[in-house]
């Protein structure tokens, strides 16, 4: 499932990102590109960050 369609960031790679440390929305898209365009994707990447949280 695509969560950013500006830069096709699929909610997969954000996962990866995460488990390769990201864990903020701001670091979510520094490495992914995600969320850097229009940013209506940003709550999105939020909720992805906090299920992680929730889930740690
Ligand atoms: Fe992600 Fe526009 S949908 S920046």
């Not at 969560?3 to 864990?23: F, N, P, Q, Y």
């Not at 994707?41 to 960050?49: D, G, M, Q, S, Y």
Request: glycine fraction near 12%; proline fraction near 2%.
């Amino acid at each position: 499932m695509y969560v950013c369609l500006c830069m096709g960031v699929c909610d997969r790679e954000i996962r990866e990102a995460m488990s390769e440390g990201a864990c903020s929305v701001s670091q979510v898209m520094e490495c992914t590109g995600a969320g850097t365009r229009c940013g209506s994707c940003r709550p999105t990447i939020a909720e992805l960050v906090g299920e992680r949280d929730g889930a740690s």
